[in-house]
């Protein structure tokens, strides 16, 4: 169990997005990440000049005392405003396709509860796996039943807070069929390791034929 548990952390990157959410999300990251490196480089490398250019070298003479530069205040205030407006409008555009996305080809009811996951579709067939057709958006209303948990398949979409007597939406959506891997991501109790989650992506006909079975089975 633990050496699958590990096998599994390699289908869990969300930069290896699968799916347009995910990818949409993997996209900001990257642009967030490099812009973050630059000023990394550029701080990090001004300390460690000004460390090494300006050492002390006696204790005879005192180095000259700079007392304000107009010019270079304002550029260090410009640059991280220029920045911070950049990394806000790239968000806020993004936010509603990450959040809504397409209109939806299935809604599924996605319950936490200590320690499962459990899948509600449409004429209350329940799944403990979700099974969803593949290169369709699919819409997923989460709540728990107990404490917070938080859902997330990380190669399909962002995460989603599971809250008692609340729902919380987003959507997910798999461009290839295939199984994919998640984790509830909100320490939840003892059991919180054991919160798995997996997501089947399927041919539609595939799907279908699952779901009329399903749905059988429930007497529908
Ligand atoms: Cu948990």
Not at 56 to 82: C, I, M, Y
Not at 171 to 192: K, M, R, S, V
Request: glycine share 10%.
């Amino acid at each position: 169990m633990v050496v699958t548990g590990l096998l599994r952390l390699a289908d869990v990157s969300p930069l290896d997005c699968a799916g347009p959410n995910a990818c949409r999300i993997a996209g900001l990251y990257i642009v967030v990440f490099w812009v973050a490196m630059f000023v990394l480089v550029v701080v990090g490398g001004l300390i460690v000049f000004a460390a090494l250019r300006f050492r002390r070298k006696s204790d005879a003479d005192e180095p000259a005392q700079v007392h304000g530069n107009a010019r270079l205040e304002l550029a260090w205030t410009a640059f991280p405003l220029v920045i911070l407006l950049v990394l806000f409008s790239l968000t806020f555009t993004n936010m509603e396709y990450i959040r809504n996305g397409p209109s939806p080809s299935l809604t599924v009811k996605v319950t936490g509860q200590q320690f499962a996951w459990s899948y509600t579709y449409p004429g209350n067939v329940r799944s403990d796996t979700l099974r969803i057709p593949v290169g369709k958006p699919i819409r997923l209303e989460v709540t728990s039943r107990d404490v917070l948990h938080s859902f997330w398949s990380p190669r399909l979409g962002g995460q989603i807070y599971a809250i008692p007597g609340q729902i919380n939406h987003g959507w997910i959506q798999a461009d290839q069929p295939g199984t994919y891997f998640g984790q509830c991501n909100e320490l939840c109790g003892t059991g919180h390791w054991l919160m798995s989650v997996r997501v089947i992506a399927l041919s539609q006909s595939a799907y279908d034929s699952w779901y009329a079975q399903a749905k059988k089975a429930v007497g529908g």
